[in-house]
């Protein structure tokens, strides 16, 4: 099986269409995406929040449109989100795929819902999924731990590290007897590998509850995004870990199960890269 892998659309539909037709001519078997797929940058909604706060932040920006503009927010990664289906529907290989720390309930529930309605997609939130004609357990997780370099919760998708530890452990019971080979698919990355390096702040930025259950259940494969600067791969055990970099900046993965190879993937960009560009400015250091 050949799966191409993905992370951190963030509502780049001309990148994510340049991976997609790639995947196409490599003819791939299934694409993974490992959250933050809707649109998060909406270049109204930043002057609204300049407006609004009195000032340009990132931050500022995040505190609007989660809350005093959450409607308005909401109908925009709908927006956005309709528009990746409908793409990623057309495909010829099924797409299996979580959420991130950014979309808001709405756009979560959208995308459960939405994907219900089609034989391509799957949206696996904290449940296991086997195809058919498939010999691999698909297990996902969406979400996030509170960042530690800005304010907790400014994120809908962001969760307590107890909650995830119960939700995973529940994750874990499932799937004890599954003898398959099990690919893990989350947003965060496991805590303590060379993949969860905030390299601005020179601190180990991932998830312990989610490198307790690599450990404990012992995938074939963890495959994560979140933190787009960290690209590459690392091991926890016996467990590949891959981030295949964010398409946002162009970046993918093509694995291929039954060679046990892996591609990374770079250069997937087209027009103006204002959206790249923003992604990148941002500083961990001085996040407020």
Same mark, same amino acid.
């Given at each position: 099986m050949k799966i !191409?892998? +993905?992370?951190?659309i963030?509502g780049?539909e ?8 790639? %995947?196409e001519?490599?003819?791939?078997d299934l694409?993974?995406?490992? !959250? ?6 909406n270049?109204?909604?930043i002057? /609204?929040?300049?407006? %609004? ?17 959450l409607?308005l $927010?909401?109908? $925009?990664?709908?927006?956005s989100l ?5 793409r990623?529907?057309?495909?010829s290989?099924p797409?299996?795929?979580i ?10 529930? $959208?995308?459960?819902e939405e994907? /219900?309605k ?5 949206f ?10 498939s010999?691999?357990?698909f297990?996902?997780?969406?979400g ?5 370099? #800005? #304010?907790?919760f400014?994120?809908?998708g962001?969760k307590p590290l107890?909650?995830?530890?119960e939700e +995973?452990?529940? +994750? ?7 003898t ?10 496991p805590?303590?590998?060379?993949l969860?390096i905030i390299k601005e702040?020179?601190e180990?930025?991932?998830n312990k509850?989610?490198?307790e $259950?690599?450990? #404990?259940?012992k995938?074939l ?5 979140h933190?787009?600067?960290?690209s !590459?791969t690392? #091991?926890i055990g ?5 981030n295949?970099?964010a398409?946002?900046?162009?970046? !993918?993965a093509i ?10 993937? /770079?250069?997937f960009s087209k027009g103006?890269?204002l959206?790249s560009?923003i992604?990148?400015?941002r500083?961990?250091r001085n996040f407020?």
């Amino acid at each position: 099986m050949k799966i !191409g892998v +993905l992370a951190d659309i963030h509502g780049s539909e001309k990148n994510l269409n340049l991976l997609l037709n790639y %995947f196409e001519q490599e003819k791939v078997d299934l694409v993974l995406i490992a !959250g933050d797929i809707a649109a998060t940058v909406n270049y109204k909604l930043i002057v /609204k929040s300049v407006i %609004f706060s009195k000032k340009l932040s990132r931050s500022n920006y995040a505190t609007y449109v989660y809350s005093p503009a959450l409607e308005l $927010f909401d109908k $925009f990664q709908v927006k956005s989100l309709r528009k990746i289906l409908k793409r990623l529907n057309t495909c010829s290989f099924p797409s299996i795929l979580i959420s991130g720390n950014s979309e808001t309930d709405n756009a979560r529930l $959208f995308l459960k819902e939405e994907t /219900k309605k089609s034989s391509n997609l799957f949206f696996i939130d904290n449940e296991l999924l086997q195809l058919p004609n498939s010999k691999i357990t698909f297990i996902g997780y969406s979400g996030t731990l509170p960042a530690s370099y #800005r #304010r907790a919760f400014a994120s809908p998708g962001e969760k307590p590290l107890v909650q995830m530890r119960e939700e +995973l452990e529940e +994750l874990a019971m499932k799937v004890k007897d599954t003898t398959d080979p099990v690919i893990f698919l989350t947003h965060d990355a496991p805590y303590g590998t060379k993949l969860d390096i905030i390299k601005e702040r020179q601190e180990q930025g991932g998830n312990k509850a989610i490198s307790e $259950f690599i450990e #404990r259940v012992k995938p074939l494969i963890n495959i994560h995004g979140h933190i787009h600067e960290n690209s !590459g791969t690392d #091991r926890i055990g016996k467990t590949l870990l891959i981030n295949p970099g964010a398409v946002v900046d162009g970046r !993918g993965a093509i694995y291929d199960h039954s060679k046990t190879t892996l591609r990374m993937l /770079k250069g997937f960009s087209k027009g103006i890269k204002l959206l790249s560009f923003i992604y990148k400015i941002r500083t961990r250091r001085n996040f407020k």
